[in-house]
T-cell receptor, first 113, second 113 residues
Framework: LAKTTQPISMDSYEGQEVNITCSHNNIATNDYITWYQQFPSQGPRFIIQGYKTKVTNEVASLFIPADRKSSTLSLPRVSLSDTAVYYCLVGDMAPGSARQLTFGSGTQLTVLP | DAGVIQSPRHEVTEMGQEVTLRCKPISGHNSLFWYRQTMMRGLELLIYFNNNVPIDDSGMPEDRFSAKMPNASFSTLKIQPSEPRDSAVYFC???????????FGPGTRLTVT
């Protein structure tokens, strides 16, 4: 199973761009990279998923270098409401796969006014 | 769609009692996941099903825990007998297929005294 490593916490100010990097040195060929966001007292919520290069949606961008041993979640112009825990997951997407998708300890992002 | 539905939202029970947590996944989703979250251990995957069949239950902590999915629209997680260390928030999530975006329910906060 691909293990992920993320910073435990990060602080930012409103309006800044935030980049959270996740390390996954033993990522497998079939593995995808997925990021989730969790607010207190709620279940995690999907943010973005990618396999290589760059993926962008309405809330974030995901940058994945060619060797895929790391990935960076980029949140443009954060606001106070972006304060949450962000999880990086690595796993394959094969239906019925026996490989577990593991939530690590996540990164607590605190956005300051 | 109402999203993933979990019941009860809160459960307080005494040590030794049986506890049953319930989950209704999103209609049409083929994969269902049970997680447990605590401050000490974070978010742990307990078991997941694909097309109602348990695929990987290696995360189930011990024999006191059991999970069933009798049909595509219902799953239960049972703890018998319960212990204080089982106190946690239990999340159910579903996805179209394993590895795809997971949709989490609101969770059940279990307190065992």
């Amino acid at each position: 199973l691909a293990k992920t490593t993320q910073p435990i916490s990060m602080d930012s100010y409103e309006g800044q761009e935030v980049n959270i990097t996740c390390s996954h040195n033993n990522i497998a060929t079939n593995d995808y990279i997925t990021w989730y966001q969790q607010f207190p007292s709620q279940g995690p919520r999907f943010i973005i998923q990618g396999y290589k290069t760059k993926v962008t949606n309405e809330v974030a961008s995901l940058f994945i270098p060619a060797d895929r041993k790391s990935s960076t979640l980029s949140l443009p112009r954060v606001s106070l409401s972006d304060t949450a825990v962000y999880y990086c997951l690595v796993g394959d997407m094969a239906p019925g796969s026996a490989r577990q998708l593991t939530f690590g300890s996540g990164t607590q992002l605190t956005v300051l006014p | 769609d109402a999203g993933v539905i979990q019941s009860p939202r809160h459960e307080v029970t005494e040590m030794g009692q049986e506890v049953t947590l319930r989950c209704k996944p999103i209609s049409g989703h083929n994969s269902l996941f049970w997680y447990r979250q605590t401050m000490m251990r974070g978010l742990e995957l307990l078991i997941y099903f694909n097309n109602n069949v348990p695929i990987d239950d290696s995360g189930m902590p011990e024999d006191r825990f059991s999970a069933k999915m009798p049909n595509a629209s219902f799953s239960t997680l049972k703890i018998q007998p319960s212990e204080p260390r089982d106190s946690a928030v239990y999340f159910c999530a579903s996805s179209l297929l394993t590895g795809y975006e997971q949709y989490f329910g609101p969770g059940t906060r279990l307190t065992v005294t």
